[in-house]
C-alpha cells in the first residue's frame, strides 16, 4: 500500500539514526547541520508475533511480515517556510507524507550541537510547528483568493468554501494546526487536495540518552505538559537502539535489551505506532509455500483486501474463506477450525478485521 510516516524535526535530533534502527535501507548520519539535502526512503517490517505464531502451526518456506514505508526528511530550521537550509524541498517532500514522526531532542551531547545553540525540546517543536503553520496558510490563502473569485458569480459552492477556508485561515494565524481547526468532517474537504502539513497525524518521539530510556528526564516531562494527554509520545534511546540494530544474532540482541531493562526495542512501538496512526491493519495468508501479513487500511472489504494480494484477485473475486487468527492458534489447523465450526465463507461486503487469516476463490 502507498501509504507512509515521514520523519521530521530540526537538524541534528538523531532523526537518521532512529531511521537507520527502523528501516532495511541505512542513511548517513552527520553532526554537521544541513549535511543532508534529499529525503531517505526506507521499507520498515511491522513487528507482529502473531506471524511467527502462525508458522509455529503451519512452517513455511517463506515468512513475511508486512511493511510501512518511512521517508527520513531532511532536518528542519527555523525560517524554511522561507527557504532557510533545504526549506521548500523540505516542505514539498512533507506533503506527499501520510503522518508524520516528529523527533524532538532530548539529550545533552556537547560533540554535537544544538542548532539553536541549546537544548529545549518545547522551543524546537514551536519552531517546527510554526514553520509548518506558514506554509499551510500560504497554501490556504491562495486558495481562498481564488475562492473568492468565484463566490463573486454567485457560485453557492465556493462561497461556503470561503466560509471554512476563512476558519482555517484565522486558526493558523492563531498558530493552530490543521488538524484541530473547528470544522466538521465534511467540511475538511475543502481543504484536501492542499495536503496541508499540520493536517497530518504525528507521533512525537523523544530522542534520549541512554540512562532515560525507561523512565525519561526532564525534557520529557517538558514535551508531554506541552503538548497533552491526547498526544500520542514515544521515548526512544537513539543511540542504545542503534547498537541494538547492529546485532545480528537475536540471542545478542535479547541480552543488550534486557541489560538496558528493555522488553523489546523502542523502534518497534514506533513502527506500530506509525502502522495504527496510518489507520492501518494486517491480515495474513498462509501456505506451505509462504506464510504472509498483509496491510489494508481499516475498514476495508474482502475484494479490496483481496486486491491488495493482486489486482486479478480483486476483479474475479467470488468470495473469502476466513479464520479468525484466535480459533487458528486455539484449533492447530484449519481442518480443526473447520470441525469445530469456526470457518467462515464470506462475500464480497465482509469488512475484514485486524488479524483475519484468508483465502481468496476468484476466477478471472
Known sequence: ???????????????????????????????????????????????????????????????????????????????ASHGEGVGNKFLADIQQTDALIHVLRCFDDDNLPHIEGSVDPVRDL?????????????????????????????????????????????????????????????????????????????????????????????????VKKALGENAKVLLIAGELEAEIAELDDENDRKAFLEDAGLAEPGVNKLIRAAYDILNLQSFFTIGKTENRAWTIRKGMTAPQAAGVIHSDLERGFIRAEVIKYDDFIKYGSEQAVKEAGKFHVEGKNYVVEDGDILHIRFNV
Not at 532512529?18 to 532495511?24: D, L, R, V
Not at 502473531?50 to 532536518?75: C, F, N, Q, S, W
Not at 477556508?165 to 492542499?194: M, T, W
Open 1 to 79: 500500500m502507498a501509504l507512509n510516516c515521514g520523519i521530521i524535526g530540526l537538524t541534528n535530533t538523531g532523526k537518521t539514526t532512529i531511521f537507520n534502527c527502523m528501516s532495511n535501507t541505512k542513511a548517513e548520519s552527520s553532526n554537521y547541520a544541513f549535511s543532508a539535502t534529499k529525503s531517505n526512503i526506507g521499507v520498515v517490517d511491522v513487528p507482529d508475533g502473531r506471524l511467527y505464531e502462525i508458522d509455529k502451526l503451519l512452517p513455511a518456506d517463506k515468512v513475511v511480515p508486512a511493511t510501512v514505508e518511512i521517508v527520513d526528511l531532511p532536518g528542519l530550521a527555523k525560517g
Open 126 to 222: 514551536e519552531i517546527v510547528d510554526f514553520e509548518l503553520q506558514v506554509r499551510d496558510l500560504e497554501l490556504v490563502t491562495r486558495k481562498l483568493q481564488r475562492l473568492e473569485k468565484l463566490a463573486k458569480t454567485g457560485n453557492k459552492e465556493a462561497k461556503h468554501g470561503v466560509e471554512v477556508l476563512q476558519v482555517y485561515k484565522e486558526h493558523l494565524e492563531n498558530f493552530g494546526n490543521a488538524i484541530d481547526a473547528p470544522v466538521d468532517e465534511k467540511e475538511r474537504e475543502y481543504v484536501r487536495d492542499l495536503l496541508l502539513l499540520t493536517a497530518k497525524p504525528v507521533i512525537y518521539v523523544c530522542n534520549v540518552d541512554d540512562e532515560s530510556a525507561i523512565n525519561g528526564n526532564e525534557y520529557v516531562e517538558k
